[in-house]
């Protein structure tokens, strides 16, 4: 079992910028890729960044140049530096980890852009 625990959602005016956070914890296996997704109510989650094990990191169009993923390998850590936020940025915001046989999720952190 993987613990995923996130911080660092709030309310934040546009353009403004914000940084999450997610620790993992309790894992006897090796992370591989880690990520964050965000999900809007009545849409589907959909992918925002993610890291991969060596660095290789993916992100939505929509947040290109904008936000920026990174991690802490000792400390099994993900973060994402949200920069130039818009108000179709509010979403919740969850952190996703894999192992090699497995996906965690955890239960999410709000973030709020207002116009």
């Known amino acids: 079992q993987v613990q995923l625990v996130e911080s660092g959602g709030g309310l934040v005016q546009a353009g403004g910028s914000l940084r999450l956070s997610c620790a993992a914890s309790?894992?006897?296996?090796?992370?591989?890729?880690m990520g964050w997704y965000r999900q809007v109510p009545g849409k589907q989650r959909e992918l925002v960044a993610a890291?991969?094990?060596?660095?290789?990191?993916n992100y939505a169009d929509s947040v290109k140049g904008r936000f920026t993923i990174s991690r802490d390998y000792a400390k099994n850590t993900v973060y994402l530096q949200m920069n130039s936020l818009k108000p179709e940025d509010t979403a919740v915001y969850l952190c996703?980890?894999?192992?090699?046989?497995?996906?965690?999720w955890g239960p999410g952190t709000q973030v709020t852009v207002s116009s």
């Open positions: 309790g894992s006897q296996f090796t992370i591989n890729a």
């Open positions: 996703n980890a894999e192992t090699r046989y497995f996906e965690f």
């Open positions: 890291i991969t094990r060596s660095g290789s990191t």
